[in-house]
């Protein structure tokens, strides 16, 4: 069975720092892509960047780029999402999905998905 964890989400105050981890366990997470979406109350969800096979990075937000970055760790089998400089704007439920062939930034391509981890932002 193909499943998504995600953990690090929290609390952080306006310039902080945070590391969330997707952690995938029934299937080999470095043969899939893995992109990032999020959800701020009231709000559609949105897809944020992903990560191909081959790690190539996309952003699907330009309000991210300088501060956020994907990255794997095969041996564990993860992928992690740094944020950095993060912003109220930021304060979102974050999800990790994974599909094959290409990153795309409309979640409805993406099969499976995790639960979902909280970021709030505020000082």
């Known amino acids: 069975q193909l499943q998504l964890l995600e953990s690090g989400g929290g609390l952080v105050q306006p310039g902080g720092s945070l590391r969330l981890s997707c952690a995938a366990s029934?299937?080999?997470?470095?043969?899939?892509?893995i992109g990032w979406f999020r959800q701020a109350p009231g709000k559609e969800r949105e897809a944020v960047l992903c990560?191909?096979?081959?790690?190539?990075?996309?952003f699907f937000r330009d309000s991210v780029k300088g501060r956020f970055t994907i990255s794997r760790d095969n041996a564990e089998n993860t992928v992690y999402l740094q944020m950095n400089s993060l912003k109220p704007e930021d304060t979102a439920v974050y999800y990790c999905?994974?599909?094959?062939?290409?990153?795309?930034?409309?979640?409805?391509?993406?099969?499976?998905w995790g639960q979902g981890t909280q970021v709030t932002v505020s000082s």
């Open positions: 029934g299937f080999t997470l470095d043969e899939y892509v």
């Open positions: 999905a994974a599909r094959q062939y290409g990153c795309l930034g409309l979640g409805g391509y993406y099969p499976y």
């Open positions: 990560i191909n096979s081959r790690d190539r990075i996309t």
